[in-house]
């Protein structure tokens, strides 16, 4: 299919701020790009249009039975000048895994990639270049079916709109506070805790909006079933190291198969580091504190890369992570990871996808 440009008559008109006051999630380009679909016709009108905000029937569908699913994945600006996507293939794969789960047609990697493609080329003097900013893209797809009463849309929109993000850690790399909640949950299993879709994050912003009263960063879930096992924290994966052995919890259904996950999985064992995907008890993490056999404790995302744990608080204590720094390994683990994607690196296992 062929994407038709309909080319900005105002490039260059909206505000664009200095690369250091990007921030995260603040900015969006000049373009979108839109598809539809309807059950009978399938996707059509594939199209990059001036960025605007979207026609929507109030009885549209999401609106009212969260038929969404989304992706976020980063475009670098490459040592060399050009630009670079870091394994996009995991982010098609996973949006249409979302969509089959939430009842919503898959896309054509294909056509998916090409407009990711098309629509950063046309805008890519947004790309910011300072050290550690990318331009974050953001594909959707949203139910716009008007009709009430609940069973599956007919009818979709498709969107991918892509801005420009700040530098994660401008002051370096510092250790967070997380927040164990033994009160709220965030995926049960057979519920859509290994989906993107929006209802899991509208739903969980309770705890986070608790953790950060009391002057934490994240929150970190525990199982739906026993508050035992340790999930996810925030919206990213979470790793420890137990003595020499990497572990973090094996995807179960509950858990969101995030592809920095993959990533620091493939180099760690790459690496000859005894690695691990097994159940790990809060009990377990507490001890570590204690104990000192807990070693490093780190949170993986597209957004931050590798965010490091500094302190955890369970049931009203705190406790310190190891001596409350950022750990080795993660530091490592960051600078091949970003290596890779701004291009400063060798890309052994071929995760780097040239745009120009
Ligand atoms: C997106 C996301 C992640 C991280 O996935 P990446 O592909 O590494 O960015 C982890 N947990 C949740 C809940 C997420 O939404």
């Known amino acids: 299919m062929e994407i038709s440009v309909d080319k900005s008559t105002a490039i260059g008109t909206k505000f664009r701020p200095k690369d250091s006051e990007l921030g995260f999630g603040k900015y969006t380009t000049d373009h979108m790009f839109l598809m539809d679909y309807k059950k009978d016709k399938g996707w059509y009108d594939p199209r990059i249009v001036p960025y605007q905000p979207l026609k929507l029937?109030?009885?549209?569908?999401?609106?009212?039975?969260?038929?969404?699913?989304?992706?976020?994945?980063?475009?670098?600006?490459?040592?060399?000048?050009?630009?670079?996507?870091?394994?996009?293939?995991?982010?098609?794969?996973?949006?249409?895994?979302?969509?089959?789960?939430?009842?919503?047609?898959?896309?054509?990697?294909g056509l998916f990639v090409k407009a990711m493609k098309e629509l950063?080329?046309?805008?890519?003097?947004?790309?910011?270049?300072?050290?550690?900013?990318?331009?974050?893209?953001?594909?959707?797809?949203?139910?716009?079916?008007?009709?009430?009463?609940?069973?599956?849309?007919?009818?979709?929109?498709?969107?991918?709109?892509?801005?420009?993000?700040?530098?994660?850690?401008?002051?370096?790399?510092?250790?967070?506070?997380?927040y164990v909640t033994d009160e709220y949950v965030r995926a049960a299993i057979g519920g859509a805790g290994e989906a993107k879709t929006s209802g899991n994050y509208g739903a969980t912003l309770i705890a986070s909006q608790l953790a950060a009263k009391k002057g934490y960063t994240q929150v970190l879930w525990l199982d739906a079933k026993d508050k035992k096992h340790v999930e996810e924290v925030g919206?990213?994966?979470?790793?420890?190291?137990?003595?020499?052995?990497?572990?973090?919890?094996?995807?179960?259904?509950?858990?969101?198969?995030?592809?920095?996950?993959?990533?620091?999985?493939?180099?760690?064992?790459?690496?000859?580091?005894?690695?691990?995907?097994?159940?790990?008890?809060?009990?377990?993490?507490?001890?570590?504190?204690?104990?000192?056999?807990?070693?490093?404790?780190?949170?993986?995302?597209?957004?931050?890369?590798?965010?490091?744990?500094?302190?955890i608080c369970y049931k009203e204590k705190d406790f310190q992570v190891a001596d409350g720094q950022t750990g080795e390994l993660a530091k490592k683990l960051y600078d091949e990871i970003t290596g890779i994607q701004y291009g400063r690196k060798e890309d052994p296992f071929g995760w780097r996808v040239r745009i120009v």
């Open 120 to 178: 950063i080329l046309l805008d890519r003097q947004w790309l910011p270049t300072s050290e550690g900013t990318s331009l974050y893209i953001r594909p959707t797809m949203i139910a716009n079916e008007p009709a009430l009463g609940v069973r599956p849309s007919e009818q979709y929109l498709f969107y991918i709109i892509i801005g420009p993000v700040g530098a994660y850690y401008p002051e370096g790399f510092n250790p967070t506070k997380i």
């Open 57 to 109: 029937d109030p009885a549209a569908m999401v609106l009212h039975y969260n038929q969404e699913v989304f992706e976020g994945l980063k475009a670098y600006h490459l040592e060399d000048g050009g630009i670079g996507l870091f394994r996009p293939d995991k982010n098609v794969d996973r949006m249409n895994a979302s969509a089959r789960r939430m009842v919503m047609p898959e896309i054509d990697p």
């Open 235 to 311: 919206t990213s994966n979470i790793f420890f190291k137990i003595d020499d052995q990497l572990v973090t919890p094996p995807l179960g259904g509950t858990i969101l198969p995030g592809i920095t996950r993959d990533s620091v999985l493939q180099i760690a064992r790459s690496w000859g580091l005894d690695v691990l995907e097994r159940p790990i008890s809060i009990d377990k993490v507490v001890k570590g504190c204690e104990d000192g056999s807990l070693k490093e404790m780190f949170a993986t995302g597209t957004a931050a890369v590798i965010s490091p744990v500094g302190e």
